[in-house]
């Protein structure tokens, strides 16, 4: 089975820019997660969809955004760069009933300019 | 809320010799608790998880974990370091009963093993 795969690896923006990062999930997997990691604040939870419908989220200003497709493939989207956005994108992926467990992609590191 | 304070940021071992990473969490329930290693330039790999069975929990690479309820603990050993075990380790919590996926991490604990 192949794992989760995040496109693309490697950002680079500038300021006030736009990005969308996309997450496709284990195959059969309907649930995923984003997570931000960064040298100061660490592992955060973004937001987490299921069935196409955003079920938690986190701490984050409304310029973070996400969806999930029907083939549960899921997008991240934000809005406006700011410098402090610069960060390691994880997302994970869960199948129905697994104790929580979670599958992580390699990530996506977005450069902020 | 559930938070996890992992002690130690940085751990320095020799090759051979005992790895202990230590990992408290503070909730009111225990809640299902996992393990995860991230070598450089990657993402998150699952070493083990306790999800209310077994408390010595056995995970991959020689890892183990047991889980202390009245410490409310979770610490991560392997009795022989080797080289290929420097990494980045990070103890997770997450609710046993909630809908939904959400872990919260502790602040990572990097490994360094000498040779």
């Known amino acids: 089975k192949a794992g989760v795969t995040q496109t693309p690896r490697y950002l680079i923006k500038t300021r006030g820019q736009q990005v969308t990062l996309s997450c496709s999930p284990i195959s059969g997997h309907r649930s995923v997660s984003w997570y931000q990691q960064t040298p100061g604040q660490g592992l955060q939870f973004l937001f987490e969809y299921f069935s196409e419908t955003q079920r938690n989220k986190g701490n984050f200003p409304g310029r973070f955004s996400g969806r999930q497709f029907s083939n549960s493939r899921s997008e991240m989207n934000v809005s406006t760069l700011e410098l402090g956005d610069s960060a390691l994108y994880l997302c994970?992926?869960?199948?129905?009933?697994?104790?929580?467990?979670?599958?992580f992609g390699a990530g996506t590191r977005l450069s902020v300019l | 809320a559930q938070s996890v304070t992992q002690l130690g940021s940085h751990v320095s071992v020799s090759e051979g010799a005992l790895v202990l990473l230590r990992c408290n969490y503070s909730?009111?329930?225990?809640?299902?608790l996992f393990w995860y290693v991230q070598y450089p330039n990657q993402g998150l790999q699952l070493l083990l998880k306790y999800t209310s069975a077994a408390t010595l929990v056995k995970g991959i690479n020689g890892f183990e974990a047991e889980f202390k309820k009245s410490e409310t603990s979770f610490h991560l050993t392997k009795p022989s370091a080797h080289m290929s075990d420097a990494a980045e380790y990070f103890c997770a919590v997450s609710p046993i009963k909630a809908a939904g996926n959400k872990l919260t991490f502790g602040g990572g604990t990097r490994v360094l093993v000498k040779p």
């Open positions: 994970a992926s869960s199948s129905t009933g697994s104790e929580n467990i979670q599958y």
């Open positions: 909730s009111s329930v225990p809640p299902y």
